[in-house]
């Protein structure tokens, strides 16, 4: 008897939440969303894992293994074989000698240009600090296709580079390798450890340093013994940050190193994949995955670690500006000649050669404007100026549609996600999403795309095989964005307390209504952060793209390496500048629209 | 050298065995029909009909072709114009192909109709035995086509050869095959990273299993015998090519350009397509083929067109597949010197030093059996020792 009544209660539970759920479907939200997201991320990592000890389709033919076998053949081969050199070892230390050498000049030149603009009366220093930030806003691989313009020489075929052209042929060394990527590197990354060690030191009183000094102790005691401790965070954060930046960058390497064979491991990655080897591709990207996580929970260890150090107090802190006094006009020439560097050079040269037809040569005849508007490019068959080359207008219209539809859906998420995290304080729920929402974060770009690629190349359930398809690159994108969205959408849905929902749902209102009408509405300025953030990304988005793209999807980024395959340099050159333009016209209007700094935007760990 | 070698007869025992296995294994749940048979079977015995294929063609009204070469977009405008049939024709790798097709296939969501593909070995190993894509040979023109060209069906021949500058060097600089792995060439050959490009490595997997060549080779070059086992020589000869820094483009393109520019003292040597030579215009190059090579000056180069199955338009396929063969091989054949069509009515482009059969003699040809075996060792060894400085 009690057992029945039991059951009928427990059937008009089930009936009354079932009446409720257009009322509110938080949990039932948040279930479906924690497996779809358990499905879109953790699945195909999985996958990756298994594509490592299993016979791939492409491989079958070359290794004569049956399709779907189980093998160690790709363990051996990539960690232990003749080829394993080749294939894995010398990319892997050349990525950290790479990354290292980056760190090494990359995170003082940050930290110098910070101390100079947050601790000394440079003039203009508003204006520096906002400048300092651009060469980390155009794409990273803008400073390789500016090099390689430069200093190419006959090794790469095609068209020679300026210099050559101008009578002076740089070596190799100099043209490809080591030494031009981890320039490029660093001149792109400089700005992460600048806005690091900037906040830090904004921070830091300066009466300590006072009271120090007033202690009498030296300036290189102050130095070592207060400043440095209290900037120890800022460096650690930027090592490890540019680190895991070197580590997933694809095109600079690309670019410089493949003339002269000098792989990392994106690159080698790529390679094996390209080759036909896609075993070995992914136990190359399991590699760069496993690196890439211990890299960013190392990262989190430390903040964790330093955030016992309260630098802002009670009291109020004071930020003196040293006096430059004599060093002023150094300070200033030094700034300068950075802006100049690291913007400039690399823009104006892009910009220069695509108004060229063998660049470098100043002749008045040699002057054009073929490669924008020219019908017929010379020496190009069957290619059109920028504004008319169907490969460009095709390539831009996917960057533009792929990059927005994977933004929309990105901030979307990002407002659910953070909605059923903030709805469901303390619940499992809540506690996995924050996390399942913040791998692809922890997965280096061109890993993310080597598993979404394996796993989402065959149908699965009722997704069908999105191979080649505009699809799949608006959702490893909009997935790899995530974190980004997520956080923000959590941090903005805290500051909304439950009152205005609560009212509306006395009076009677959905929650879908309640979505549209209440919660969007007040979050439409994290919203627009969450969708114009990754439409930024997503338009320089290249080692994420790089697999994934297929010919009639490919992307402004991706098409700018076709080019440069091709040896067709002013086009590549021009699509770079189309693409840094549409950037800064996107930041320019998104800091218009929400107000937000770029510089803080841009500081989000990106 | 020896243990290599052992190695690699190792490899080639497992290989084999593993493939008999797996055709043995396959025949049991192989129950599609081998199509390419009852295809071939089907022309020889029904009268052909052109008329019929064209109106069949287009009721389906357009269709899909990947192409190794962008040319295919000139021959979809010629067809579009004959035929009123629309040609969505794209450049695409062998590789990223080979993909396409397996991925489309298998998940029975086929996008495209037509291949133009370059990978032999993988077409004769995989591709066709699978059931992938379709040999189908327009019964109409077999008979202007030889018999090795039906199957798989080639459109399209080409000659893979060394080149030099002739405005850097008097004559030839390279007569023998053996020079190249001389220091005086150190660093000065440039090809098409073979790790990229299929078709050649198959080229050095077919030099591997030529010993008697390259041993007459070395006897006339060095005057005497090499001295090295029969089946050691072909492997030594590839260990000390690549050892002698092979310099890697991304495109026969890219090593035309570096090879034939003009200016040059002590000009680097190129292995490229002789189509290249067509820049000697347009873009002033200097480059010249190495005449008299010995024993062969490169490898004949084919392009196949086949049938991807289960292909959304399969009548304008074979309609496409009949124009390739019979007249649209123009773009490659007729506009510029280089390519010769294999049908024996084409004519040659006067510029092409010769016939095809001319050539023929000029050049190795590839068996894709040996290719297919051989093609990872190959890689490997490129891998070991192209790779070291």
């Known amino acids: 008897m009690a057992g029945v009544w039991a059951q009928k209660m427990r059937f008009r539970r089930f009936v009354n939440h079932l009446r409720l759920l257009p009322y509110d479907p938080t949990k039932t939200i948040g279930f479906l969303i924690c497996a779809a997201l358990a499905y879109l991320i953790l699945a195909p990592v999985l996958a990756l894992l298994l594509d490592t000890v299993r016979v791939n389709l492409r491989d079958s033919a070359i290794i004569g293994l049956p399709t779907g076998k189980l093998t160690t053949y790709f363990l051996q081969r990539t960690f232990l074989s003749r080829v394993s050199d080749v294939l894995f070892w010398k990319p892997f230390w050349r990525t950290l000698w790479v990354a290292g050498a980056v760190c090494a000049i990359a995170i003082p030149m940050g930290a110098l240009f910070a101390w100079i603009v947050v601790r000394t009366n440079l003039p203009g220093s508003k204006v520096v600090s906002r400048l300092m930030v651009v060469p980390y806003m155009i794409p990273s691989w803008t400073f390789a296709v500016a090099w390689i313009s430069v200093f190419k020489n006959r090794r790469l075929g095609g068209l020679s580079g300026m210099l050559e052209t101008m009578g002076f042929v740089p070596p190799d060394w100099i043209a490809y390798g080591a030494l031009p990527i981890i320039v490029c590197e660093s001149l792109h990354v400089f700005p992460f450890a600048f806005l690091l060690f900037g906040n830090a030191l904004r921070s830091v009183d300066s009466q300590l340093e006072e009271s120090a000094r007033i202690l009498g102790a030296s300036s290189f005691t102050i130095s070592r013994r207060i400043v440095l401790p209290l900037l120890k965070p800022a460096l650690l954060s930027s090592f490890l940050l540019t680190f895991s930046r070197v580590l997933g960058s694809f095109g600079t390497p690309y670019i410089l190193g493949s003339g002269v064979k000098y792989y990392l491991l994106p690159t080698a990655l790529y390679n094996s994949y390209k080759v036909g080897s896609p075993g070995v591709a992914a136990v190359i990207a399991c590699v760069t995955v496993l690196i890439g996580m211990s890299l960013v929970a190392l990262d989190m260890f430390f903040v964790r670690e330093y955030r016992r150090f309260i630098t802002m107090g009670g009291k109020g802190a004071i930020a003196r500006k040293h006096s430059l006094g004599a060093l002023t006009l150094p300070a200033v020439l030094l700034t300068l000649i950075a802006l100049c560097v690291t913007i400039l050079v690399p823009l104006g040269t892009l910009i220069l050669t695509t108004f060229m037809h063998r660049p470098g040569l100043f002749t008045v005849d040699n002057f054009t404007l073929a490669y924008w508007v020219g019908t017929n490019v010379p020496a190009m068959v069957g290619q059109k100026g920028f504004f008319l080359n169907r490969d460009i207008l095709q390539s831009l219209q996917n960057s533009v549609w792929i990059a927005g539809s994977a933004s929309l859906l990105c901030g979307l998420m990002g407002i659910l996600v953070g909605y059923v995290v903030v709805r469901l304080p303390k619940s499992k729920v809540a506690a996995y999403l924050r996390q399942v929402s913040f791998l692809p974060y922890l997965i280096p770009s061109i890993g993310f795309a080597a598993a979404s690629l394996s796993f989402f190349a065959v149908p699965r359930g009722p997704i069908p095989s999105l191979y080649g398809s505009m699809s799949l690159l608006i959702l490893v994108m909009s997935l790899k964005y995530l974190p980004f969205a997520s956080r923000s959408g959590i941090s903005a849905m805290m500051q909304m307390g439950n009152e205005p929902e609560e009212a509306a749902r006395i009076c009677g209102a959905t929650w879908l209504r309640r979505m549209g009408r209440i919660v969007l509405p007040l979050q439409k300025h994290a919203l627009l952060t969450g969708v114009l953030l990754p439409l930024i990304s997503g338009m320089k988005e290249q080692s994420l793209v790089i697999m994934l793209a297929t010919p009639g999807t490919e992307l402004m980024t991706t098409q700018i390496l076709r080019f440069i395959d091709y040896g067709y340099t002013q086009l590549a050159n021009a699509t770079v500048v189309g693409i840094v333009g549409i950037i800064f016209i996107l930041t320019f209007s998104m800091e218009r629209l929400t107000g937000a700094n770029l510089a803080s935007g841009f500081a989000s760990r990106g | ?389």
């Open chain 2, 1 to 389: 050298m020896k243990g290599m070698n052992k190695k690699a007869l190792l490899f080639v025992l497992a290989a084999l065995l593993l493939a008999v296995s797996v055709v043995a294994g396959g025949k049991q749940e192989a129950t599609t029909p081998e199509p390419q048979k009852s295809e071939a079977t089907a022309g020889k015995q029904e009268p052909f009909d052109l008329q019929a294929l064209v109106q069949a063609a287009q009721k389906e009204g357009e269709v899909v072709a990947y192409f190794t070469s962008s040319r295919i977009k000139d021959v979809g405008t010629a067809f579009e114009k004959k035929y009123g049939i629309k040609v969505k024709g794209t450049k695409m790798g062998d590789p990223e192909q080979a993909e396409r097709v397996i991925r489309e296939v298998d998940s029975k969501n086929v996008l495209v109709d037509v291949i133009g593909f370059e990978d032999g070995a993988l077409l004769e190993g995989k591709l066709i035995p699978e059931g992938y894509v379709i040999n189908w040979v327009p019964p109409d023109l077999a008979p202007l086509l030889s018999p090795e060209d039906r199957n798989p069906l080639v459109f399209l021949w080409q000659p893979r050869i060394f080149g030099y500058n002739f405005e850097s060097y008097k004559e030839p600089p390279i007569k023998n095959i053996w020079q190249l792995t001389e220091p005086a060439w150190k660093g000065k050959i440039l090809i098409r990273d073979p790790a990229q490009t299929p078709a050649n490595l198959a080229f050095f997997a077919n030099i591997a299993t030529n010993p008697k060549l390259l041993e007459e080779a070395y006897r006339s070059h060095y005057g005497k015998p090499s001295g090295i086992s029969e089946k050691d020589i072909g492997w030594e000869f590839l260990k000390r090519l690549f050892q002698n820094e092979l310099i890697v483009m991304r495109s026969d393109e890219d090593v035309g350009d570096a090879v034939g520019a003009a200016g040059q003292k002590e000009a680097p040597i190129g292995f490229y397509t002789l189509t290249k030579q067509r820049d000697n215009k347009t873009k002033n190059l200097k480059l010249a083929t190495m005449k008299g090579m010995v024993p062969f000056m490169g490898y004949a180069l084919p392009t196949y067109a086949l049938m991807v199955k289960n292909c959304p338009h399969p009548n304008a396929a074979k309609l496409l597949i009949h124009y390739i063969l019979s007249e649209g091989h123009a773009p490659w054949t007729a506009r510029d010197m280089g390519a010769f069509s294999p049908n024996q009515k084409a004519p040659p482009h006067p510029d092409n030093e010769g016939s095809w059969s001319d050539w023929q003699k000029r050049l190795l040809r590839i068996d894709n059996r040996v290719a297919l075996k051989l093609r990872q060792d190959v890689l490997d060894l490129w891998l070991e020792y192209g790779h070291k400085k």
